[in-house]
């Protein structure tokens, strides 16, 4: 059924009917590569555990005309625009895997703990990856507040495993109007997979959110790519702020068609020509090999060779809450 599903889809510029794919050719590298990787990998040794500087602490609502944006960790915030709270990308989990047991642990507890949240309305999940789609989170959004859900093509049924019935799957540039906000699914260069056998048969994006008079882009995962980077920009020509990733770069014969470095990050940001930015995708979960704090020395560089200032592409640390 899920094949006769995709199958109907029309073919574009991103689906050959059976797989999503990259309009760039962008592709990635081959199972071969990845056992190169493997066999030949010099990473960097990251620490255990490391404690928050900041702790855990109940979030209040946002008063109306306000915008806050709270730090939990990787790629997951919380977003409240006026009285409406947004989770993005949410892993409270403590590793980023199939099982709990083993693969990527977190070094780092999420900046705000579940109990600690506000009432959720909405749930937005960029693509399938175990490090943005955590099933067993969202089975606890579900028993704690049953939140909506926004999401690229082809998501829904995995989302739905979770209990969570409320899901709105966009293709790009397709929008929805939900709590007086506006959701768009925009373009990122990435690939989704849970298995080996289901690579790219679910779609991947970005999303920006309009409303309260802000525009707000979130990048999800994706690979440096200046031809859509500069469209959202030219589409979005207000953009008061927008989340990019600055880490999960090394290596980067393996890793540049999907994963940003810091510097191509400030690129990203000088293309959208958006007022303010906030790293993510760091200090969490060691997926590749640059040590931890690599990403953060690195796009101080990156500012530092543009001539551009900490101020407007900064790092919240875990648990804290930025007021637009």
């Known amino acids: 059924m899920e094949e006769l599903e995709t199958a109907m889809l029309a073919p574009n510029d991103h689906f050959d009917g059976k797989r999503f794919f990259n309009p760039s050719g962008a592709s990635g590298k081959s199972f071969a590569d990845f056992l ?14 490391l404690p928050n500087h900041l702790p855990s602490h109940r979030i209040e609502n946002c008063p109306s005309g306000k915008t806050a944006v709270t730090f939990i960790g990787h790629s997951s915030f919380l977003l409240q625009i ?19 047991w083993i693969g990527p642990k977190r070094v780092r507890l999420p900046g705000i703990q579940m109990n600690d949240l506000p009432p959720i309305h909405l ?8 490090d943005h789609l955590d099933l067993a989170t969202l089975r606890d959004l ?25 899901i709105k799957e966009l293709d790009w540039w397709q929008s929805t109007e939900t709590h007086e906000l506006r959701i768009t699914v925009v373009p990122a260069q990435h690939f989704s997979a849970r298995k080996f056998s289901d690579r790219n048969k679910s779609l991947w994006g970005g999303f920006v959110i309009e409303g309260e008079g802000r ?3 979130f990048a999800g995962d994706t690979g440096y790519n200046a031809e859509q980077f ?6 979005y020509s207000h953009m008061d702020l927008a989340f990019l990733p600055i880490g999960a770069y090394a290596p980067r014969w393996f890793m540049k068609d999907h994963h940003m470095d810091p510097a191509e990050a400030v690129q ?57």
């Open 142 to 166: 579900n028993v704690c507040f049953s939140p909506p859900v926004i999401t690229p093509l082809k998501n829904k049924k995995l989302i739905a495993s979770s209990g969570l019935e409320n």
């Open 123 to 130: 749930v937005l999940v960029s693509h399938n990856h175990y």
């Open 230 to 235: 500069r469209t959202i920009g030219e589409r």
């Open 82 to 100: 006026g009285a409406t709270n947004i989770l993005i990308d949410p892993v409270f989990s403590l590793r980023a895997s199939p099982v709990q």
């Open 268 to 324: 990203a940001f000088l293309d959208l020509k958006a007022k303010r930015a906030i790293g993510m995708h760091f200090g969490t979960f060691q997926l590749t090999d640059e040590g931890i704090d690599e990403p953060v020395n690195a796009l101080h560089r990156a500012l530092s060779d543009k001539e551009i200032s900490a101020e407007p592409f900064e790092l919240l640390d875990f648990g804290e809450t930025l007021l637009l």
């Open 215 to 217: 525009t707000i882009f």
């Open 36 to 49: 190169r990787w493997m066999l030949n990998r010099s990473a960097a040794k990251w620490p255990n555990f």
